[in-house]
């Protein structure tokens, strides 16, 4: 088990791992000799220069790409906080599994691998209005299983989940890392109606309470608010970190994943965000965050829809960047 301890988990999240400095100063020495006015490629030239840092190579390449989705049940579903029954869980990971899913051809349109990770939907995480969502143990299992599905020969990882109810998690998470109350946080998630946001508030508000004396740590946030699939997310990007992969996040669930971990300086600075969700709390946890999305597409479906897309703004940056001529190359005056 990659995090056998709440310790080991806090010790991975410290590890003072940083972008490779002369490789990021290497490739804005490419970026500035090739052939287009200095910044005119915009962002694209940014996104070059932070895969280089973390790849430790001038001239970054994707080679092997994964995408994970991680999928949970919450105990939680049992307040009507979802306009679809938790059986749909696992029907839609069936679908992953046989290629039908949104997921499936927006994977294969960015040349990702997908990876789905079922985490015991047949118990789904206590009510986190009366209890901890997890005990000690199946949060670090479901944590050691994100880990596990990162692997050292990644150039990148694009993070994404499946959970009906999790968006009540997320807010509450977010709540919990960033302030506010359920109010703040909430929205339709799959598509509730206004009772049903209604509930969402009462939910919240009613597990932030109960939570309210227990350790501020991000391993306790995880733990007491989220569920499988959202602390399987942390532990990835954790062990992503450790191996140097950048990590693509996708929506509000997979950033409300890394919310607790931002309380430690540097912990996220390996990660993109691929997009603005729809759903209204995506925006305002960006902007927590300090990351900025790479699309704004108005989507709101999850599954790492649309951090998969965001990937083909990446592979363009990567390319652009090792593909064109500098101006020694091309014969042209520099000015």
Do not use: Y
Request: aromatic share 4%.
């Amino acid at each position: 088990m990659m995090f056998p301890t709440p310790a080991a988990f806090a010790a991975a999240l410290a590890d003072p791992i940083v972008p490779d400095e002369a490789a990021i100063a290497h490739a804005r020495a490419r970026q500035a000799s090739l052939t287009k006015p200095p910044g005119s490629l915009g962002r694209l030239e940014d996104l070059a220069v932070f895969i280089a840092g973390w790849q430790a190579q001038a001239r970054p390449q994707i080679r092997r790409a994964r995408a994970v989705v991680f999928a949970g049940n919450h105990g939680v579903t049992a307040h009507g906080v979802s306009a679809f029954p938790a059986a749909v869980t696992a029907q839609m990971v069936a679908n992953f599994e046989a290629g039908g899913a949104a997921i499936n051809a927006l994977a294969g349109a960015a040349g990702l691998e997908l990876k789905v990770v079922a985490l015991d939907l047949d118990r789904p995480t206590a009510d986190f209005t009366q209890a901890p969502a997890m005990t000690e143990a199946e949060c670090l299992a479901a944590m050691s299983a994100g880990a596990d599905s990162v692997s050292n020969d990644l150039d990148l990882l694009v993070v994404g989940e499946m959970g009906i109810g999790n968006s009540t998690a997320a807010a509450a998470i977010a709540a919990r890392s960033i302030g506010g109350n359920g109010a703040d946080w909430v929205g339709p998630g799959t598509g509730v109606d206004r009772f049903g946001i209604a509930r969402k508030v009462a939910v919240i508000d009613r597990a932030l309470t109960r939570h309210g004396d227990a350790p501020a740590t991000p391993f306790e946030t995880l733990r007491r608010l989220g569920g499988r699939e959202i602390a399987a997310i942390a532990g990835a990007v954790v062990r992503a970190r450790q191996l140097r992969v950048p990590v693509m996040l996708d929506g509000f669930i997979t950033c409300a994943a890394v919310a607790p971990l931002a309380a430690v300086p540097g912990a996220i600075g390996h990660c993109l965000a691929g997009h603005c969700s729809a759903e209204p709390g995506h925006a305002r946890l960006l902007s927590a965050l300090k990351l900025e999305p790479l699309l704004r597409l108005d989507m709101r479906l999850g599954e790492a829809s649309g951090a998969a897309v965001a990937v083909n703004i990446v592979r363009a940056a990567l390319a652009a960047h090792d593909g064109m001529a500098t101006f020694a190359e091309a014969g042209v005056s520099a000015g």
